[in-house]
């Protein structure tokens, strides 16, 4: 019992709760920033993650709409492209832009097309072109999509974790230079009578 008072004391002086008369306003609210801010990110982490998933998602959606009206045309690839450093099945490829030829609208067309790494020149590329023959990216696979939306969500979160952690810290400057005005008044107030005596 007494072991959990002791424990209940010192946690109530450190939150500023102990009834101390020489504890000043911006003493106390400095020691809640922190817990403040805790509170403050628990209670927000849902909604950001929430809505950078969805953010995410509607963005993948709308290329997916958009994809729709895109139609693929063979492209012969004019250079090679280098391959990923490690072979493992696929999993470590990656897309290159690389120049090929290809036809549109009746004429032949060469440009910068996306291939995966390791394609060779001479080769034959399936290119997706939208309705005006400019080359566009595949749209993102349900991995891809997922992955785009974890690391998303995980900037966003980093990105709050910033955000409250530069208020906690511009609050406490904010303290600082107001605690120190006022010492600096409490001074002037009492040094003279204080240096005088004698």
């Not at 953010?55 to 690839?77: C, E, M, N, T, Y």
């Not at 107030?189 to 004698?198: D, Y």
């Amino acid at each position: 019992m007494m072991a959990t008072t002791t424990r209940w004391v010192k946690l109530s002086r450190r939150l500023g709760m102990d009834g101390n008369p020489l504890r000043r306003p911006a003493d106390k609210l400095e020691v809640w920033l922190v817990p403040v801010a805790i509170a403050v990110f628990l209670a927000l982490s849902p909604v950001v993650a929430t809505g950078m998933s969805a953010w995410v998602h509607a963005d993948s959606s709308a290329g997916q709409r958009a994809a729709q009206s895109w139609h693929p045309v063979k492209a012969v690839l004019l250079q090679s492209v280098p391959g990923p450093a490690e072979s493992d099945g696929g999993a470590n490829t990656w897309t290159v832009w690389a120049r090929a030829e290809w036809t549109f609208g009746g004429r032949q067309v060469t440009g910068k097309v996306p291939v995966p790494a390791g394609s060779r020149a001479g080769s034959t590329q399936t290119v997706l072109l939208n309705r005006a023959g400019v080359v566009e990216l595949p749209p993102e696979s349900a991995s891809q999509v997922a992955g785009l939306a974890d690391t998303a969500t995980a900037v966003g979160l980093t990105a709050l974790a910033a955000l409250l952690a530069g208020l906690t810290w511009l609050t406490r400057r904010a303290l600082d230079r107001r605690r120190l005005a006022r010492w600096e008044s409490a001074w002037l107030m009492v040094g003279p009578r204080w240096s005088h005596r004698g």
